[in-house]
């Protein structure tokens, strides 16, 4: 239901409630209830002596709240305190405000606290109040202070007292949160080392202008799911439509943006976060998926080629020693990839009906492969997001409406010029000729940490990989004279004019955006493209139409049909689409461990939340707070 029919009906609640009569008996006049917003003002006043709290009420998310604060605080001015009372003044008050003006009830004093009735018949609807703004929490609280501390003659009881208090700091936390600042932690290491795991951080939402709630029913303080419980935050039965306030300035090149997750309208609900799969691409996901099933076909062949690479294996050094469970992953890997190398091609002609059964497999027999475990996993089916609900993530803001973007070699080229390299950047290198000393030393003079990954070997110290700033290589260099520093690239054909791609081929070019079967993008090179812009106009055909699926069905709503003859947007062939929205190109500084633009493509400009500004606090799991990280400024 849309947002706009809650406000119209909060503009006739007044009129509903015949407040021109009772405002009579409170001792104003009735032509002040008639006043659309005044009227508000006014009842707030008479009834709790808190006017300005009536400005509450145009936030979403807030309006609903403050009306069921009004309602209970008007009929209690009428002498309706039950337990009863108060859930029909929170959730349907009409029954009991035609009375009101029906019966001509006295207005009451407010609540004399020194009065045992009064205090006593209002008990459970104070109760009531408590467990519906914190539930079970704001009781504990609540009965523990009242244990350890006496009730003051005359003075509200510790129920109404944290009832009141923590239901207005919930008010004013979810209007700061929602259109001022909101705390975000950095879970995984796809923005290091600009931005560590462990870092918690501020949103400065003013920066860009804050997104009005498209779900503001929602329980406060949490984003899409209730802790420990695993149940939705928020219910879709009022809904906004995209809208953002005016802000100080517009998302620039090079800033730190939080987003919600272009991909996750659909999410696997998997809630082991940061290491489930709900904030995974699910398109990526339906993929691989189609992938594994298809393998399925030939478990057999995989089976017996793994056990005779594995043997193979033993054989050529028996005296040996090997972990047998990295041995069979590696065996089962190899044989995977040469049978899947021999039946790609029936993959490829069958696309469409594997990714059919691999999204069915998902939503009804609820397991996917969890490729972080190498195993099977069962979760709790598929979850369907709105925008605002979708997971919050963070990288670097590379690319702006219109601008032309290209990767070659792992250098990014913005509109043809090489784009600036942030201080903190990583790039991996294979380095080699090199001996490393100690992991401690490592750590103090170069600030390499191998817990996070910063340097492995994979051969047991012949060669290494480093995940290496500018800065990191030019110490190492200096350290180090004869060591050799190569970027890795990852293969790449579509440079190659004599090169004949294979199946194989095809199906890897899955893995990074546009999941096109033949456009060849990878982690280090990606094909030349421009990235849209709001009004722009494009010519659409059967060899762009990939960069764009997901923008015109999914972004901006339409219907899209491509068939032998044609493209056809809502029904109608065309050969031209126009962009209703500005789009962003965004990407980790940690540039080969991070999930963005270059496996999920553009970020639309409403799923943009605001501008990460400053690390206020930070903790490493494995070292403790990292104290030089406390209030820095993000850059």
Not at 319 to 343: G, H, M, P
Not at 601 to 623: C, I, M, N, Q
Request: with cysteine; aromatic share 14%; hydrophobic share 40%.
């Amino acid at each position: 239901m849309s947002i706009l029919l809650f406000y119209l009906f909060l503009l006739v609640h007044p009129y509903i409630s015949m407040w021109w009569k009772s405002f009579e008996q409170a001792g104003r006049q009735s032509w002040e209830a008639l006043i659309p917003g005044y009227n508000y003002f006014v009842a707030f006043k008479i009834m709790c002596n808190k006017p300005f709290w009536s400005i509450l009420l145009l936030f979403p998310g807030v309006h609903l709240v403050m009306w069921s604060a009004l309602n209970v605080s008007y009929i209690r001015r009428f002498g309706y305190f039950t337990l009863l009372d108060t859930v029909q003044g929170i959730f349907f008050p009409y029954i009991l405000f035609y009375k009101i003006a029906s019966s001509k009830q006295d207005f009451l004093p407010e609540t004399n606290w020194a009065n045992t009735r009064e205090t006593e018949i209002r008990l459970w609807g104070d109760h009531l109040v408590l467990f519906l703004t914190l539930p079970v929490i704001g009781h504990v609280v609540a009965l523990a202070l009242g244990l350890v501390s006496r009730e003051k003659p005359g003075k509200k009881s510790k129920i109404k007292e944290w009832g009141d208090s923590i239901l207005f700091a919930l008010v004013a936390a979810s209007i700061i949160r929602t259109y001022v600042f909101e705390p975000f932690q950095i879970p995984t290491g796809s923005m290091e080392k600009t931005l560590l795991v462990g870092d918690f951080l501020f949103v400065n939402k003013l920066a860009y202008g804050p997104k009005a709630p498209v779900t503001p029913l929602s329980y406060p303080l949490v984003h899409n799911t209730v802790p420990w419980v695993n149940i939705k935050s928020y219910t879709t039965l009022e809904k906004g439509s995209y809208t953002r306030l005016p802000g100080f300035g517009g998302v620039n090149r090079y800033d730190v943006v939080v987003f919600n997750y272009p991909s996750g309208d659909t999410a696997v609900y998997d809630p082991r976060m940061p290491n489930g799969l709900m904030g995974h691409d699910y398109h990526g996901i339906v993929i691989n998926e189609a992938k594994r099933l298809y393998m399925k076909q030939f478990d057999v062949q995989v089976n017996n080629l793994a056990f005779q690479i594995s043997d193979s294996i033993r054989k050529s050094n028996p005296t040996q020693q090997y972990d047998e469970l990295a041995l069979q992953n590696y065996a089962n890997n190899q044989a995977s990839y040469r049978v899947l190398n021999q039946k790609a091609e029936g993959f490829v002609k069958e696309i469409e009906s594997w990714k059919k059964k691999a999204r069915k497999m998902l939503a009804e027999d609820k397991i996917a492969m969890d490729n972080s475990e190498g195993r099977i996993i069962e979760h709790y089916g598929l979850v369907y997001r709105p925008v605002d609900k979708r997971e919050n993530y963070i990288k670097r803001c590379v690319g702006l409406p219109g601008d032309w973007m290209e990767i070659k070699k792992s250098v990014l080229y913005v509109n043809g010029k090489k784009a600036n390299v942030a201080p903190e950047q990583n790039l991996r290198y294979d380095v080699s000729n090199i001996l490393l000393p100690s992991q401690a030393t490592m750590k103090e003079r170069f600030g390499l940490e191998i817990e996070r990954s910063d340097y492995y070997s994979e051969d047991g110290g012949q060669t290494y990989k480093m995940n290496l700033t500018a800065t990191e290589k030019g110490k190492l260099k200096r350290a180090f004279p004869t060591a050799l520093f190569e970027v890795e690239i990852d293969d790449q054909y579509a440079d190659n004019k004599l090169y004949k791609p294979t199946a194989l081929d095809f199906m890897n070019n899955l893995n990074m955006f546009p999941k096109d079967l033949y456009i060849n993008n990878t982690t280090t090179d990606f094909t030349k493209f421009q990235i849209p812009r709001k009004g722009q106009t494009i010519s659409i055909n059967k060899d762009n139409i990939a960069w764009y699926r997901r923008i015109i069905s999914a972004y901006e709503g339409h219907s899209l049909v491509e068939k032998a003859d044609g493209i056809y947007i809502d029904g109608k062939k065309t050969s031209k689409y126009t962009f209703a929205m500005n789009y962003y190109w965004l990407m980790g500084d940690n540039r080969y461990n991070s999930a963005d633009s270059r496996v999920w493509g553009f970020v639309p400009e409403d799923h943009v939340v605001g501008r990460a500004s400053l690390v206020w606090f930070s903790k490493s799991a494995y070292a403790g707070i990292r104290w030089e990280r406390l209030f820095k400024l993000i850059k």
